[in-house]
């Protein structure tokens, strides 16, 4: 399995995909079947290239080759052969959010998996649907949700008694921005842990406090003491966060992203992406009555194991369902 995600200056949501499917398909191994990491550092196989020089060969269907079965949790590599995971296709519905270089390059290797690779995986249906529509789709494609990370702890004593809380990359497609005007208009702080991203989004602001990347245990004890969840990105393929948040008991509301409310499943409170009235009235409704959805998302978050996508993507490569 390649992880070199995990050597990104900004893993994100996908490190953490790599990092939990690592573990579970190793956990899940079919008999016969083994695991091992491949990646430019910190892998049980070391590819000693340098990573841009790495994207550029695998981009053109070059050497180095890492055998006859690999998956790529992210269409960095699009080899003849691999399953690949497409976790969204923001590249095409959403290209303004992310930066010209990287639309041209997310749909280049993309497009190229979809013809070549032996497999493509996709967390949603919502994704294989939009995927369809963007691209000449020519390998099978499996539908295998993500998991989620069981995150508990205790409220952490250096934050407010209560506030909303945003967990991402800060960029322009998650949001955020919109969330610090929300909050502002309700009064309420607002707590952001993820790492700066591209696109200049500055929300230093009395009312926000930005927490960088935290360990799991940091997240669990912010987690706790969250007020509820927002998530009001205009594009996911996934959002893990979102069932992050349900499982740990902590309300959530979202955008209408369908990858979104695929996953949440009637669990959260929708709101209309992009805008700021129906955003704040859905964080007041939640606020002034908190408990409303947590016994629903408990049960939704409860759905989805890091085992079951280990078993949906072993699935993919041997061609049993059952794995």
């Known amino acids: 399995m ?44 070391v590819i000693r290239l340098p990573r841009r020089a790495l994207v550029a060969l695998w981009e053109r269907g070059l050497p180095p080759r890492l055998g006859p079965h690999v998956h790529a949790p992210t269409p960095l590599a699009p080899l003849p052969g691999a399953v690949v995971t497409v976790h969204d296709v923001v590249p095409w519905t959403h290209p303004e959010t992310l930066t010209p270089r990287g639309v041209a390059w997310h749909r280049r290797v993309i497009s190229k998996a979809a013809r070549e690779a032996r497999a493509l995986v996709v967390p949603t249906n919502a994704v294989a649907s939009q995927l369809a529509e963007c691209v000449r789709v020519e390998v099978p494609v499996h539908v295998v949700p993500n998991g989620v990370t069981s995150l508990t702890g205790s409220p952490a004593d250096d934050l407010p008694p209560r506030y909303v809380l945003a967990i991402g990359t800060i960029e322009p497609r998650k949001g955020f921005e919109l969330l610090a005007r929300a909050t502002e208009r309700l009064r309420v702080p607002l707590v952001v842990v993820g790492q700066q991203g591209w696109g ?38 996934f959002g893990l966060p979102v069932l992050e948040a349900m499982a740990a008991g902590v309300p959530v ?19 209309r992406r992009g805008d700021l009235a129906s955003l704040t009235e859905g964080l007041r409704a939640v606020l002034a009555d908190p408990r409303h959805t947590v016994d629903a998302g408990i049960a939704r978050a409860n759905e989805f194991t890091w085992e079951k996508t280990a078993r949906g993507v072993w699935g993919a490569h041997t061609g049993r369902p059952d794995c």
Not at 206 to 230: C, E, F, I, N, Q
């Open 200 to 237: 200049g989004i500055d929300l230093r602001a009395p009312h926000v406090t930005l927490l960088g990347k935290v360990s799991d245990a940091r997240l669990a004890s912010v987690l706790a003491g969250a007020a509820v969840l927002a998530a009001p990105s205009l594009a996911e393929g």
């Open 2 to 45: 390649l992880t070199e995600q995990l050597n990104a200056p900004v893993p994100g949501g996908t490190g953490r995909y790599t990092a939990e499917l690592l573990t579970a398909l190793t956990r899940t191994a079919p008999e016969g079947w083994s695991v091992v990491s491949a990646a430019t550092a910190g892998a049980d196989r």
């Open 253 to 271: 509301v979202h955008s209408d992203d369908p990858a979104l409310v695929e996953v949440a499943g009637g669990a959260g409170t929708v709101v």
